[in-house]
């Protein structure tokens, strides 16, 4: 079993910046899978399905949505089993509970395994 716990959500006027967190543990044998595995983050609006923002494969590879390309960034370090997503220029239309992800084979959609999610609020 794979536990994720982001943190970094908050309140913050339009314009500002953000970086989400995630990290993963569990036991050795499911750590060493999930490293071999995208891992991504997706956000779910009130009244909204959940979507994805971005996402990174185990070679790096990033799948943006296209309302974030150009102000989001996501980056992940396998040695701290951690995926970030730097988010600049917030507008409010990015408020959202953010949820992080693994367990896909590829970056185009979800894997098994969620974190609780954090809430991101962007004031205009």
């Known amino acids: 079993q794979v536990q994720l716990v982001e943190s970094g959500g908050g309140l913050v006027q339009a314009g500002a910046s953000l970086t989400l967190s995630c990290a993963a543990s569990?036991?050795?044998?499911?750590?060493?899978?999930?490293?071999?595995?995208?891992m991504g983050w997706y956000r779910q609006a009130p009244g909204k399905q959940r979507e994805l923002v971005a996402a990174?494969?185990?070679?790096?590879?990033?799948n943006y949505a296209d309302s974030v390309k150009g102000r989001f960034t996501i980056s992940r370090d396998n040695a701290k089993d951690t995926v970030y997503l730097q988010m600049n220029n917030l507008k409010p239309e990015d408020t959202a509970v953010y949820y992080c992800?693994?367990?896909?084979?590829?970056?185009?959609?979800?894997?098994?395994?969620w974190g609780q999610g954090t809430q991101v609020t962007v004031s205009s």
């Open positions: 990174i494969s185990r070679g790096g590879n990033t």
């Open positions: 569990g036991s050795i044998f499911s750590i060493a899978a999930i490293r071999l595995t995208a």
């Open positions: 992800n693994t367990g896909s084979q590829t970056s185009s959609g979800p894997g098994a395994y």
